[in-house]
């Protein structure tokens, strides 16, 4: 809320009233409420809300907040309360979270359910077309066919190849090569998506590693001493199909330290 409160496009009263708030609410915060707003926070939450609505009365206004899985109890609160109230207004927030992560309050997501305008959306990876439009400037169609067999269609991974193809020697005067270079920002990249997936993603993208095209659900298994149905998950969760056949391939001989065991 504190970032919300700081954004630099609040109008300047908004802005003042918000912190206001803020400011009393965190003199007077009470550590054993985390759960359920005591009737002073309550209340500060509901000036909070008259403070929004105010503001979308002459304005359509967007409150984005990434990652939810780590906003702090106090701002959920808040979230929480103002998502309930704005059914009728020019309000509109969007939340992004990972799905896999072990969120220590995991009771807000039913909270958002029983919201009647919720709606959830999950993202997938783009499309070849999609993946072209992502790369400036376009590449040849052979070079393109590779970024797509690589990365899947993941912005992130279609992003890092992308730059450290441009980062490598002599690329940008010569034709682009068959097969897109892979480095450091596209290792840090893999790493990135497979900790966001899940500890059982990161030991299947392991065993991929390690097994190559021997790699099958139940080898994965017996490798990890997995159930079946987890290990198929990891899978899953790990990368789309095509990323998941192919780019472990390509790091391992690309950036191999990308799957340290």
């Not at 400011?23 to 007077?28: K, S, V």
């Not at 707003?37 to 309550?42: G, N, V």
């Not at 309360?81 to 009728?88: D, E, M, T």
């Not at 991974?157 to 920002?185: F, I, K, Y």
């Amino acid at each position: 809320m504190r970032q919300l409160a700081e954004s630099p496009s609040l109008p300047a009263e908004a802005g003042r009233r918000l912190r206001a708030l803020l400011d009393e609410d965190e003199a007077t915060v009470d550590a054993n409420a985390a759960d359920r707003p005591a009737p002073a926070r309550a209340a500060r939450m509901q000036k909070v809300c008259a403070a929004l609505h105010d503001m979308v009365r002459t304005r359509l206004v967007l409150i984005g907040v990434d990652d939810l899985q780590h906003v702090d109890a106090t701002s959920l609160q808040y979230l929480l309360y103002l998502s309930g109230r704005s059914r009728s207004t020019r309000l509109m927030t969007v939340f992004t979270e990972t799905l896999h992560y072990q969120q220590g309050v995991p009771t807000y997501r039913t909270e958002f359910l029983r919201q009647p305008h919720f709606q959830r959306m999950r993202l997938h990876c783009l499309d070849r077309r999609a993946t072209a439009e992502l790369l400036t400037p376009a590449p040849a169609e052979a070079a393109l066919d590779h970024y797509f067999s690589v990365t899947g269609g993941n912005p992130l991974l279609v992003r890092a190849l992308r730059e450290d193809h441009l980062l490598t020697p002599g690329s940008p005067a010569q034709p682009e090569p068959a097969d897109p270079v892979a480095g450091e920002a596209f290792a840090h990249a893999v790493l990135t998506c497979v900790d966001r997936s899940g500890p059982a993603a990161a030991k299947v993208a392991d065993g991929l590693a390690i097994l190559g095209g021997a790699s099958t659900i139940d080898a994965l298994s017996r490798l990890w001493e997995l159930p079946p149905a987890e290990a198929a998950r990891g899978v899953r969760r790990c990368a789309p199909p095509v990323w998941s056949t192919t780019c472990r391939s390509a790091t391992r001989r690309r950036a191999p330290k990308c799957w340290t065991p």
